[in-house]
Nanobody, 116 residues
Framework: VQLVESGGGLVQPGGSLRLSCAAS????????MSWHRQAPGKERELVAT?????????YYADSVKGRFTISRDNAKNTLYLQMNNLKPEDTAVYYC?????????WGEGTLVTVSS
């Protein structure tokens, strides 16, 4: 199992970014996926989840609801996180995760910095 995040960077408050997570080593379409983030000095927290298959089932943390959208492209084995109206408090390393069997697999993360 391999997960590789990309798309992070420096953005001004109110700006947008789209994160990607390229997955390999498992049948991507068969698993629910999630995005998490870890801000400096804080614990890692759940940001959003998406169900397997067509991904009709989604969940968002209250702090990002209405601003972030999780989606998936099973043909490309890729998970996305569209982030709009970014705030300084969204600054963190963002990770994608899949639970495969009894093991959680994480990517290396991509850094998002929201600052003027």
């Amino acid at each position: 199992v391999q997960l590789v995040e990309s798309g992070g960077g420096l953005v001004q408050p109110g700006g947008s970014l789209r994160l990607s997570c390229a997955a390999s080593g498992f049948t991507f379409s068969s698993y629910s996926m999630s995005w998490h983030r870890q801000a400096p000095g804080k614990e890692r927290e759940l940001v959003a989840t998406i169900s397997s298959g067509s991904g009709v089932g989604t969940y968002y943390a209250d702090s990002v609801k209405g601003r972030f959208t999780i989606s998936r492209d099973n043909a490309k084995n890729t998970l996305y996180l569209q982030m709009n109206n970014l705030k300084p408090e969204d600054t963190a390393v963002y990770y994608c995760k899949v639970r495969w069997g009894v093991v959680n697999y994480w990517g290396e993360g991509t850094l998002v910095t929201v600052s003027s």
